[in-house]
Every structure is written in structure tokens, then in C-alpha cells.
């Protein structure tokens, strides 16, 4: 039911930044939420999450460099993406870890320039 979309990809030289929304079609506050990645010819991975209580966690290849965070009150989380490396280059997807299954966005594309 609930619907998630990506935006904020685009491209960016390296060392710089970048901000992705995503927006979700109902309410957010009851869900964990992600952020994934998935490069050309490699499995999806995980780059951060947050807890429904504002806990996160990064994937190692991101930690010190990207924040999560969520507003609540606007269904949306965010991730920053600063010291931006060309490794970053990959579609960035949203997640929230909705029952019975979790729910994706469609993904939005970074590309990250040398």
C-alpha cells in the first residue's frame, strides 16, 4: 500500500555532496527505513538505516561520509552524502521495513565523476 520515491540523484564531481529524499505515500513513523545501493554488475548493499527511535547504522564504505536521517511529520527520510568517492557511483534505493513484506522505491541514480 505505502509507496516510496526516490529523488535527489543526479551527478557530482568527486569530493562533493549530495542530498536524496525519499518520500513515502503514507506514514513512516512505526517503520525502520534504508537506504540501499546497487552498482553495475554487483549485488545491492546496504548504506544506512535508522530505527522507528532514530538509531542508525552504516554500511562500512559510507560511515564518517553519509548521514540518514527522517522527519516523520513529512513521511520522508533523507540521506547526505558528503567526500563524495567515485565507489559511490550506483542507483540509491529506498526501503522501509514494512509488514508483512518490505516495501521499495524505484531507485534514483548517482553518478560520481573523477
Do not use: H
Request: glycine letters at 12%.
Amino acid at each position: 500500500q505505502v509507496q516510496l520515491v526516490e529523488s535527489g540523484g543526479g551527478l557530482v564531481q568527486a569530493g562533493g555532496s549530495l542530498r536524496l529524499s525519499c518520500v513515502a505515500s503514507g506514514s513512516i513513523s512505526l517503520n525502520d527505513m534504508g537506504w540501499y545501493r546497487q552498482a553495475p554488475g554487483k549485488q545491492r548493499e546496504l548504506v544506512a538505516t535508522i530505527t522507528v527511535t532514530g538509531g542508525r547504522n552504516y554500511g562500512d564504505s559510507v560511515k564518517g561520509r553519509f548521514t540518514i536521517s527522517r522527519d516523520n511529520a513529512k513521511n520522508t527520510v533523507y540521506l547526505q552524502m558528503n567526500s563524495m568517492k567515485p565507489e559511490d557511483t550506483a542507483v540509491y534505493y529506498c526501503n522501509a521495513a514494512s509488514w508483512p513484506t518490505p516495501t521499495w522505491g524505484q531507485g534514483t541514480q548517482v553518478t560520481v565523476s573523477s
